[in-house]
């Protein structure tokens, strides 16, 4: 089993920013690309950004491109997001899943992820 653990979220207002990590173990970290999720509340969970296991390549979703960007540290693992120019309608529980170098599923298949974190809530106020 992988671990992953989500931190760094919280209340801001319109406008600020925010950086999430995401902390994992039990698994080569390398081994694994990395994305982001987040769910609103009455919400499917949704793709947000995605990462390759070297961090060549990125990847994200149209309604954060510009304002978001993932990046990860091998040697530390962990996965980051920063998020910048926040909207209320960023509001969600933003989740770090990885996906194993034989899953080729894609990242918009939330669902066939190999490893999900428990979440970090982010709340962004108007």
């Known amino acids: 089993q992988m671990q992953l653990v989500e931190s760094g979220g919280g209340l801001v207002q319109h406008g600020e920013s925010l950086r999430l990590s995401c902390a994992a173990s039990?698994?080569?970290?390398?081994?694994?690309?990395m994305g982001w999720y987040r769910q609103a509340p009455e919400k499917e969970r949704e793709f947000v950004a995605a990462i390759s296991w070297n961090g060549d390549s990125t990847s994200y979703a149209d309604s954060v491109k510009g304002r978001f960007t993932i990046s990860r540290d091998n040697a530390k693992n962990t996965l980051y997001l920063q998020m910048n120019s926040l909207k209320p309608e960023d509001t969600a529980v933003y989740y770090c899943?990885?996906?194993?170098?034989?899953?080729?599923?894609?990242?918009?298949?939330?669902?066939?992820?190999?490893?999900w974190g428990k979440g970090t809530l982010v709340t962004v106020s108007s």
């Open positions: 039990g698994r080569p970290f390398s081994n694994y690309a």
């Open positions: 899943a990885a996906r194993g170098v034989d899953n080729s599923a894609s990242w918009l298949n939330y669902y066939r992820m190999d490893f």
